[in-house]
Each structure stands twice: as structure tokens, then as C-alpha cells.
């Protein structure tokens, strides 16, 4: 089963043109893509030829050479004739059979050998005119061509080898024509109708082991969210007419191509769902060659299937499906709709809002105030958040226009990421919101009671936020009543009143110009926005400097001047254990560890434990060029090379480069005569893509790499996962900058650095990986601090600043919640 597992990493490897160990053989067809994955086991049990990897291509017996390459082939025939099974001298198990070519009309008969376990499970499984479909096998010569009149040569299939078998079952209707849909123009989908035809199974059918296609109703989701390792997770359960329910785990690292599903309700389509038993239940799971379509489940609504994909089949049989499931949905009274307008919300509800929304202003961390109306007036008072209009996103003569309508929205936690995507404008579905009732501090119990609406923390009860398209039939819906929607001019607009403006409705087109006027001004003043304390009074730069730290200021300034000049050298390795900062290691230092590393003889003894697989490179046939790739050996985990993880032995640094384009984790060891060992951790200790991290020497615990064991029964992992299995303090990468600030009264030197990536809104470990960041960063700093200006003339630089002492009495002084306004 090694072997089988090792195929898909050969096959990658084989691309970045590392020459290979001639005596190996691996089944190089099964890479990323539409298909399956075969690493469970060498045989599968399917309805069709669309369940085989789409870069295969089918082989006319006929046209079979002995010199032909058969790695990106397959052969489809039909079982004429099978033997007992029995073993060879050497106890391996041997079974033979017959099969008639079925990819040209001679039907060419041809002999099949399958070997080991594959035997085994071909002679329990496979009978007489059941449809094969066979890969990753050898040609032979065949010994018997003179008595049995059947093909020169004939199939030889190993698991160990790679081999796989595909078995249909049902000969007469399985062999369909693989059709998918073409991309009109302007990106839509168009159908194409071929005599189509995939076979779907009843929930109450699915076995373990199966790849299926399956049609569901959702009765139970959670929006897409991020998992411990780097792809994003989606949880459901289905169901269909046999009352049969499947809970379903999907990962993709892209969020938009897992199930775009609005609500309960909402119809799926699989295709090649992985079926597998967890606790004694059935369980779905992603697959190579996986994709789904929704369509909403309600009567009525055009089913037009919700998909990031381009190509996918549709046919009439499956518009046919989806019309039954809706009516049966609608006769079991499967929906419960949660959703509610702000007319219908009483206290201490929670409900599903389809809204728009008109602004939001992030309030700290982990909060951000979401302003939003759906046409209709909540019956009850409601709460408003009390907000500098400054910091709030959203056009001011819209909010004005609509303050007696919309509603203020807390979302906390999580949701505050999804929240900085959202655009004033945008049509969304707010889920599981809580309608709190606020408590009363008056005298009068009655007198005080409003609503607050709140977005908890967490993904309980499906709570999320989800971005609607335009075209969706619930905000079609919407618009109707938005444009409909009667607005009262009855109050102030407390957000305008924060900007200095107060004016009732009929003089909103003369305080237009007023409001954006003023907003434009505050813009130019400062090149940066406060995102907190914005009632303190700007303080002068001499009190800073004269006043006993600690203590808070806000103050106004220009940026005099900034270090490093050199801007690559801002960025720091950052221990938040020992609280130390070092240099990032420059690619010689790197490249002189791993040259040292390099002398140091392989020990075959280490190489294929229990928990990983070797694969020996010789670049020059000469011994001492040889290098090492140890593969770990994962249970129930796709081997995707960007999701794989490796050891490596005696590479060089141009190699790491190539290798880490490939393999999405490569951990850097030497051999010792007992084990495996982490080089010196001057190097990186993992390269995740163009990311190198590091450890802390001086606070790390560096554990045996067999530690690392435990990682192949993990469903994904992390850079800190790995960090604290192998007893390794991960040092973070930091921003380091000094400004040199001067107002008229004196100057300061500030570091910015806690909070510099929420300052300039990107990572500091991106700005090492990627050129186009570190091109935006010299960018920004010109803005801030012009080379060839008079500092007089430079932007006014508005932040919050602390002071503090360190153990020797030195002050020094440090930027806090200030980030770079929008235009910069």
C-alpha cells in the first residue's frame, strides 16, 4: 500500500526534473484533478468511466507496442474468462483472466495477470462480463500467443507497482460519453447535451468505501471556515426522498469551491463524494476529481446551479431531480425558514436577516459595527452605536437618508474578517443574529427598553455572514422592497452630527456637498486614520516628551525621516518567548548550512520506516550527489503534493526552491548513525511554498524527529503544529521601523512594529515572500516621508502614541492603533 500511496508524489516528481532511480516504478497517471484517489486500496467499485482521472487516455489493444510508455493509458474490456486463484513457488498469489477490447470494434481478446493483494481482491471481486478498466500496469511479451490466438503481448498489474483496477458491475448501461459544459462568453455556463448520462445513488444506498454521485437536500450547514491546516472547511447534512442522511466534511483551499449553500433547504449535487464510516455512521468527504452544484430549493425559483466551475454537465434529467426533491421538500415541510424582516423581530430572537448593507466601522480588534436595512421599520426601539463618523465606511448622505430604517449590527469574533470584505452597497445574509433585549437603567422599567442586535462569536447554529450575488432570486426579492421602502425625516442623523452636520431630509441635496467637502478635508489632513481613542485632544510633542511614562497620547505630526532605508531589513524574527529579535538569515547563510549539510553521508538504514517512504536521487551517478526525499506516510489523507510533507537529505538551496513550488511542507534533516535529525536551526527548520520558518535557539527543546509520527493521522496540520511536536519555539516575523516624527514644539523617535501589519494592512512574513509587497511597502513609506521634499511639505501623519521605560530608565515610544487611511 506504500507503493500505492507513493505514486501520485513520483509523479510530481518526475516534473521538476530530478533524474530518477531506474529500478523503481511507480504509476505516474493518478496527479491532480477530475478523478479518484486510489490510496485506500488498488481495486474500486464504480457506476461509469466518469469516475477515472480525465488525463487518461484510452488504449486500443491492437496498438499496444512493448516500447510504449503506459503510465497516462487505460485499457476498457469486458471479462470473458476468469481462473481460480493460486500461488507461485514463491507463495504469491496469482490470478488470470481475459478481457475483450472494448475501445475499437475487432474486440481484440487479451490476457491479464494480477499479482500480491491486487490478486486477491481482483478474485474476490470481479466475475465473468464485468467492464474493467485497467491502469498503471506492463506489457509482456505473451508466451502463449501461438495456442490462444489473442494478443502478442499481455497485462501485467502489481499494487506495489501502482496498479489500479476499475470494476463495473453493470456492463450494459455503465459506459457513458464524459461530457462537460463550455464557458460561454462573458464567463456564463451553457449547457451541452450528448447523450449524457451518470448514474446517482440514494443516500440510503451509500456503503462504505463507494464513490458516489448524489442529489440532497440540506437540512443542517456551517459557512466555509478556515481549518487548522491551510484549506477551508464546510459541514452539512442532506438528505433525500429515502429519508436516508448523510453528514458530509468537504475541504478545498478555495473557499468559493466548496457548496455555495444560502439555507437550509438548498439543493446539492455531488459528484465523486467519497463515502467512508466514522462512529459507526456514514460519513462524506472530498475527493480528487470532487465538484458540487446548489440550487435553491424552494418552488418556483429558476434552478440555475450555484458554482465557481466553468464546465460541469446539466442535462434535463437533472432539472427533472431537482424539481422532485423541491416538491418533496415542500410536502415534508423540510424548511424551516429563519429568516424574518426587521418588521417581524421580537426580543431575544435569533433569525436569519437578508439585508443591505449601508456602512460599518471597525470598533477594536474584534468587533465591527455593521449598519444595514431590508425596506422594512422594526417595531421596537432600537439601539445605535455611538460612532465617529470619521472611521465609519459608507456614504454619509446615504446613512443620513436612512437612519429612521436601518438597523446597527454588532459582529464580533470571527465574523469581523469576513466583515472587512464586505463593501457599503453589498447584499448579504446575516445568520443566527440575536435580537438582545437591552436591559433597563431607569426608573421606569418600560421607559428604556430598546434592541440591540448582536452577531455572536463562533459557527454554533450555522452563524456567518454570506455575500449574495445580485442575481440571487432572495435578493431580487429584496430590491423590490428596498425601492418601495418609505422613509421618514423625522430625526438627526447622530453620524453626520459627529461631522458638524444636522439637517433634516429636505435639505439633504444642499448638505451634500457639506459632508463630502468635510470628509475629503479630513482625508488630506492625515495619511492615517485613529482606529480608537478619537476623543482624546491631539497633544503637542512636548508633552510627550516631558510627561513621566507611561502614559497615552494622540498626536499630530509629520514624518521627519524613517530607518531602516533599506526596507527589506524592517522586517525581524521575533521570539515572544525570550522577547528577543534577530536578522531574517540571508540566502548564503542559508545556502552554507545546507552545504555543510551536504558532506554528511546518507545511512540506508533510515531510509522506509514504519511512518515514512525514501526516494533516492542521483543527479550524476556518483555516490556522493545523492539526495533524499522521505515521504511521510499518511493515513486517510489525499496525497496532493501542495498538502504533502517531506523530509529532506543533502539538497541544495536552489533545490529547496524547487522542491518547495511542488510539495506544500519540507522540513530540512541530516542522518545521523542512529536517526534522523533537524539540521542546525540557523536554517529554517520547515519551508511552507516561499515562507522559511525559524526557531528560537535559545528557547527550543528540539525533540526526536520520529515525533513527527504522530502528524500521519492528522487531517491537516500547520507550521505551529509542527513547531510544537518537534519541541521548537517559532519565531514570528515582525515589521521593526523607527519614525521620526516633528510637529512645531519638538521631535520623537516612535518604533512602529506590535501593530505595524494591522498598519499597513498586509504580513510581515508576505513582504519577504513576495516582490510586489516589498515594492508596496517602499511605495507607502514614500508617501509618508518623501525623499526629495522639505519635511515641511511632507503629509500630516496622525496616530496614537505610547511611552514607556525600559529597566535602565530609557523612554522610547511606540505607535498603537493607527492604521494607513484608505487613498494611501
Not at 20 to 27: D, E, S
Amino acid at each position: 500500500m506504500k507503493a500505492m500511496r507513493m505514486r501520485v508524489i513520483r509523479s510530481n516528481l518526475m516534473r521538476l526534473r530530478f533524474p530518477c532511480n531506474p529500478v523503481m516504478h511507480f504509476n505516474l497517471g493518478f496527479q491532480t484533478g477530475e478523478g479518484i484517489s486510489t490510496k485506500n486500496m488498488p481495486l474500486h467499485l464504480v457506476t461509469d468511466e466518469s469516475f477515472l482521472p480525465k488525463h487518461l487516455t484510452l488504449a486500443e489493444v491492437k496498438k499496444l507496442n512493448l516500447d510504449d510508455c503506459c503510465t497516462d493509458m487505460y485499457v476498457k474490456g469486458l471479462i470473458l474468462e476468469k481462473w481460480p486463484m493460486h500461488s507461485l513457488a514463491n507463495d504469491e498469489k496469482i490470478v488470470k483472466a481475459v478481457i475483450q477490447d472494448q475501445a475499437t470494434p475487432e474486440h481484440m481478446p487479451i490476457n491479464v495477470f494480477c499479482f500480491g493483494t491486487l490478486a486477491q481482491e481482483f478474485s474476490d471481486s470481479v466475475e465473468k462480463e464485468d467492464l474493467l478498466f485497467l491502469t498503471g500496469f506492463a506489457l509482456v511479451k505473451s508466451p502463449t500467443v501461438k495456442y490462444d490466438k489473442r494478443y502478442i503481448c499481455h497485462l501485467e498489474l502489481f499494487e506495489e507497482k501502482g496498479s489500479t483496477v476499475f470494476v463495473c458491475k453493470h456492463a450494459t448501461a455503465a459506459v457513458h460519453e464524459d461530457v462537460t459544459m463550455n464557458s460561454m462568453k462573458k464567463g456564463e455556463n451553457q449547457t451541452v447535451e450528448k447523450n449524457l448520462k451518470y448514474a446517482y445513488s440514494k443516500i440510503n444506498e451509500l456503503k462504505p468505501g463507494m464513490l458516489a454521485n448524489i442529489y440532497g437536500v440540506v437540512t443542517f450547514f456551517k459557512h466555509p471556515f478556515l481549518s487548522k491546516g491551510t484549506d477551508y472547511c464546510s459541514t452539512l447534512t442532506i438528505t433525500d426522498q429515502t429519508g436516508g442522511k448523510l453528514s458530509c466534511n468537504l475541504f478545498n483551499e478555495k473557499q468559493d469551491a466548496l457548496p455555495q449553500i444560502y439555507k437550509t433547504g438548498d439543493i446539492v449535487r455531488f459528484h465523486r463524494i467519497k463515502i467512508q464510516q466514522f462512529q459507526g455512521e456514514l460519513r462524506g468527504i472530498t475527493n480528487v476529481g470532487f465538484s458540487a452544484l446548489t440550487f435553491d430549493g424552494r418552488m418556483g425559483s429558476p434552478v440555475s446551479p450555484r458554482t465557481s466551475s466553468k464546465s460541469y454537465h446539466f442535462s434535463d434529467e437533472d432539472r427533472r431531480i431537482v424539481e422532485q426533491l423541491r416538491q418533496w421538500t415542500m410536502e415534508q415541510s423540510l424548511i424551516l425558514e429563519p429568516t424574518l424582516k426587521l418588521s417581524e423581530v421580537q426580543p431575544q430572537q435569533f433569525f436569519d436577516l437578508i439585508c443591505q448593507l449601508v456602512a460599518k466601522a471597525e470598533m477594536d480588534r474584534s468587533s465591527t459595527l455593521l449598519k444595514v436595512w431590508d425596506g422594512t421599520k422594526c417595531l421596537y426601539p432600537i439601539h445605535k452605536v455611538q460612532v465617529d463618523g470619521e472611521v465609519l465606511e459608507g456614504n454619509p448622505a446615504l446613512i443620513f437618508e436612512l437612519q429612521n430604517i436601518s438597523v446597527d449590527i454588532m459582529a464580533y469574533d470571527n465574523h469581523t474578517e469576513v466583515a472587512k470584505c464586505l463593501k457599503p452597497g453589498a447584499y448579504v445574509r446575516i445568520y443566527n443574529l440575536h435580537a438582545k433585549l437591552q436591559a433597563s437603567t431607569g426608573s421606569d422599567p418600560q421607559s428604556s427598553k430598546c434592541i440591540e442586535f448582536y452577531l455572536h462569536g463562533g459557527t454554533s447554529y450555522g452563524r456567518g455572514i454570506k455575500i449574495l450575488p445580485e442575481d440571487c432570486y432572495d435578493v431580487k426579492e429584496l430590491k423590490k422592497v428596498l425601492e418601495s421602502a418609505e422613509l421618514s425625516s423625522n430625526n438627526y442623523l447622530s453620524d453626520c452630527t459627529l461631522l458638524g452636520i444636522s439637517s433634516p431630509l429636505n435639505e439633504l441635496a444642499d448638505n451634500k456637498e457639506k459632508i463630502y467637502t468635510r470628509l475629503e478635508r479630513c482625508q488630506e489632513e492625515s495619511v492615517t486614520v485613529l482606529t480608537s481613542h478619537q476623543h482624546m485632544e491631539k497633544a503637542p510633542l512636548i508633552n510627550v516628551k516631558t510627561c513621566k511614562p507611561p502614559q497615552k497620547f494622540c498626536i499630530r505630526a509629520k514624518v521627519e525621516s524613517y530607518e531602516p532605508k533599506r526596507l527589506y531589513q524592517c522586517v525581524k524574527l521575533y521570539c515572544p518567548t525570550c522577547k528577543t529579535l534577530q536578522e531574517v538569515p540571508d540566502e548564503d547563510d542559508i545556502a552554507h548550512v545546507l552545504q555543510e549539510a551536504s558532506k554528511k553521508p546518507l545511512n540506508s538504514k533510515l531510509h522506509n520506516m514504519s511512518w515514512y517512504n525514501t526516494v533516492l536521487f542521483d543527479k550524476k551517478n556518483q555516490d556522493v550527489n545523492k539526495i533524499a526525499l522521505h515521504f511521510l506516510d499518511f493515513e486517510d489523507v489525499v496525497q496532493d503534493p501542495e498538502k504533502t510533507l517531506i523530509l529532506t537529505e543533502r539538497v541544495t538551496l536552489n533545490e529547496i526552491n524547487q522542491l518547495s513550488r511542488k510539495f506544500g511542507y519540507i522540513i530540512l534533516v541530516t542522518s545521523t548513525e542512529e536517526k534522523l535529525t533537524l539540521l542546525d536551526l540557523s536554517a529554517p527548520f520547515l519551508i511552507q511554498g516561499q515562507l522559511r520558518h525559524y526557531g528560537c535557539k535559545h528557547c527550543s527543546d528540539v525533540q526526536d524527529i520520529n515525533c513527527l509520527q504522530q502528524l500521519t493521522t492528522h487531517q491537516s496540520w500547520s507550521a505551529s503544529t509542527i513547531s510544537q511536536i518537534l519541541g521548537i519555539h517559532l519565531l514570528h516575523y515582525v515589521f521593526m521601523i523607527k519614525l521620526t516624527l516633528k510637529d512645531e514644539t519638538a521631535s520623537v523617535d516612535a518604533m512602529l512594529w506590535e501593530e505595524a501589519e494591522k498598519f499597513f494592512k498586509f504580513r510581515a512574513a508576505e513582504v519577504i515572500a513576495s516582490e510586489v509587497l516589498q515594492e508596496q511597502l517602499e511605495l507607502t513609506m514614500n508617501m509618508l516621508c518623501p525623499k526629495e521634499k522639505n519635511p515641511d511639505t511632507h503629509p500630516w501623519f496622525e496616530c496614537c502614541i505610547k511611552s514607556y521605560s525600559s529597566e535602565d530608565q530609557i523612554v522610547s515610544y511606540q505607535i498603537f492603533d493607527t492604521v494607513l487611511a484608505e487613498k494611501i
